[in-house]
């Protein structure tokens, strides 16, 4: 304060002055206010009050979550296809169910709905929470090679979770918790067949694995005005499951282990009306296939690394952002364009598409 009091007496004195004719003192007054004018323009990674908060792993795409938006909202659809898989030496192979007799390729659709709201909010400090229920159908296709008469499979279009969690975070760092509720029914087979010693066959598809999970992580993005810099990690520490041992082949569930851990690491470049960018992840999972029951071997690890490209587009006349990502959400991760993996599957073809409002 004491230096805005002396400004505004040499202010009020120079006033008072008579002026200089040869003009020295406009010159001197232009050269005292470019260098503060200079100081003034925000650089392009310089922080201020008014950046928007970081995201979570399962946002990114949406934009960076707006700081004068305490509520957030998104609704999604996604489609996604797979007919291969990595083997444990990294050879594709095809996808195949009932004992790896029968190969086909894998279809996925899902709806997810996402809430998520601040209860706190200081100028770099927020607390929150919120929620994303999930909607799923799986498919399986197959090519036309099926011995033990299982047929094509498919679920039903219906509930297949629902993820609370809370968030802290600050303007770069955040972090993350919560659980994950499975909504989905448990897998029909039929009545155990004689010619197979007693054996059951699936009859259709799970839309989950019936598990529920505890997950928590951290994230971080970078508040740059043009670029942004964005990643994290999430681990999923999953319940334990019932087993079903008359199934044949990989069928049954394991009762155990399988718990997931997820390396994301992006970049993006912002303009007035869209962003665009790239996620590289690292998808691990400890003690099982990345996903099951597709020729898959059980009881050992899995990994898979993928990117996955992203737009998102606010038009200025409409209050919220359209987005589409080259992944398809599955229970827990998302699977984008393969770059290697082992034990696990291969994506094919994959989108997500959908709107958020509360996101810049």
């Not at 004195?13 to 200089?20: F, H, Q, R």
């Not at 004068?68 to 050879?91: C, E, F, H, M, V």
């Not at 020729?295 to 409409?318: F, K, Q, W």
């Amino acid at each position: 304060m004491l230096h805005l009091a002396l400004a505004g007496l040499l202010a009020g004195s120079l006033a008072l002055t008579p002026p200089d004719d040869t003009g020295d003192d406009k010159k001197s007054a232009a050269a005292d206010k470019a260098p503060t004018e200079a100081v003034a323009m925000p650089g392009v990674f310089e922080l201020n009050a008014e950046e928007p908060e970081t995201i979570t792993l399962d946002t990114y795409a949406l934009g960076r979550p707006a700081a004068s938006a305490p509520i957030k909202l998104w609704a999604q659809y996604a489609y996604g296809t797979a007919s291969d898989r990595y083997a444990l030496n990294n050879d594709v192979e095809r996808l195949a169910i009932a004992n790896e007799t029968a190969t086909g390729e894998a279809i996925s659709q899902r709806i997810a709905v996402g809430a998520q709201i601040n209860f706190l909010s200081f100028e770099r400090f927020r607390l929150g929470g919120g929620a994303i229920l999930g909607i799923a159908k799986n498919e399986f296709s197959l090519d036309g090679n099926d011995p033990l008469g299982v047929g094509s499979l498919e679920s039903d279009f219906g509930l297949q979770q629902i993820k609370v969690y809370g968030i802290a975070r600050g303007k770069v760092v955040g972090i993350h918790g919560g659980y994950a509720f499975d909504l989905g029914d448990d897998q029909e087979f039929t009545e155990p067949i004689a010619a197979l010693g007693g054996a059951q066959l699936p009859s259709n598809l799970a839309r989950s694995d019936n598990r529920d999970a505890v997950f928590f992580g951290a994230d971080f993005d970078y508040p740059s005005e043009r670029f942004r810099l964005l990643g994290g990690i999430d681990y999923y520490l999953l319940n334990d499951a019932n087993d079903n041992p008359n199934t044949v082949g990989e069928n049954e569930m394991e009762i155990s282990g399988g718990n997931f851990l997820n390396f994301a690491f992006g970049a993006g470049l912002r303009f007035p009306v869209f962003e665009i960018g790239a996620v590289l992840q690292l998808q691990t999972r400890f003690d099982e296939p990345t996903l099951e029951n597709v020729g898959t071997t059980a009881g050992i690890g899995s990994h898979i690394g993928m990117v996955v490209p992203y737009l998102r587009i606010s038009p200025p006349n409409l209050p919220a952002s359209l987005y589409i990502k080259g992944a398809t959400p599955d229970e827990y991760l998302e699977y984008g364009y393969p770059l290697g993996g082992a034990n696990s599957v291969q994506p094919g073809l994959g989108f997500t598409a959908g709107l958020s409002i509360g996101f810049e």
